[in-house]
């Protein structure tokens, strides 16, 4: 079985699927942008319990790889790999705007924007679906305020929770908007080869609020 979730906004979102179909076993969706670390593990949990798997039945797994958050993002992808190591079996990452461009049923080129906090939006461009159901990537995933970057994304749909948050900004209407990526999208996404993986590595986009000291400074006088 193909177990897929994403932790890189405020939902835990967690599916099970059949790896080749992509048929969704089960699934489940808790938003709580506080309680990845504990909803994570329980989630995977019950939705194993629910299709009447063990882990043991799992042959792959796939995560969403941001951008987004450290915080709630560490959260998937070390649980994955872990994991994946344990079982011995293949850990795939997705970008988590691409399973979000998926979910939308839009016959049309669509944007992307979610929240990456500090007033910005993580954001990315797709053109119309394939006949698979697919959609390439244009441009992106970037980090920008939402101000700079709405003339990108004038007359487009966009999808996400940035829409929410920044919509009078960007020129959208929020209602009906897709706020989170799916897990059951993502599963089924990986499992059809209609979302493009990746390595399981982090798409943080900012650098490193810290970094290493460049070693001792000397107190003596020039």
């Known amino acids: 079985m193909l177990l897929a979730f994403d932790t890189s906004s405020a939902a835990v979102t967690v ?85 979000l461009a998926k979910q939308s049923n839009l016959a049309l080129p669509v944007a992307v924007a979610t929240d990456a906090r500090r007033k910005e939006i993580y954001w990315a461009l797709y053109d119309g679906p394939a006949a698979d159901g697919s959609r390439r990537r244009l441009e992106g995933p970037a980090v920008d305020k939402p101000a700079d970057v709405a003339h990108v994304l004038a007359g487009l749909p966009v999808i996400g929770r940035g829409a929410v948050l920044y919509g009078e900004v960007l020129g959208v209407e929020a209602a009906d908007v897709l706020e989170y990526p799916s897990a059951e999208v993502l599963a089924t996404g990986v499992a059809t080869g209609t979302l493009q993986v990746t390595a399981p590595d982090p798409l943080y986009l900012r650098r490193p609020d810290v970094t290493l000291s460049g070693g001792p400074k000397s107190v003596l006088p020039k």
């Open 15 to 99: 599916a099970l699927a059949d790896p080749v179909s992509g048929v969704v076993a089960a699934s489940s969706t808790t938003v709580d942008a506080l309680r990845h670390g504990e909803l994570l593990a329980p989630a995977i949990a019950d939705v194993l319990a629910s299709a009447g798997c063990g882990v043991k039945d799992l042959s792959r797994i796939a995560v969403g790889a941001g951008p987004g958050p450290f915080t709630g993002l560490r959260v998937g992808l070390v649980t994955a790999r872990t994991m994946g190591d344990v079982l011995g079996v293949e850990v795939v990452g997705v970008c988590s705007l691409d399973i």
